[in-house]
């Protein structure tokens, strides 16, 4: 459970750091790429932090 909870808050530091970084840069192909790497992640802490703890 705990396992879950780290995984999800580290994604949305990732998402606020990210997140930031489209806003001030303002770039669409930068966006493009944090989209690509944000559904990554996602796709990475569904597989991994989803599984029951050991």
Known sequence: MINR??????YAVLVGFV?????????????VVVVLTLALAGWD??????????
């Open 5 to 10: 909870a780290v995984a999800l808050f580290s």
């Open 19 to 31: 997140g930031i970084l489209v806003w001030y840069v303002g770039r669409i192909d930068l966006a």
């Open 45 to 54: 802490i569904w597989l991994n932090a989803g599984e029951r703890d050991r």
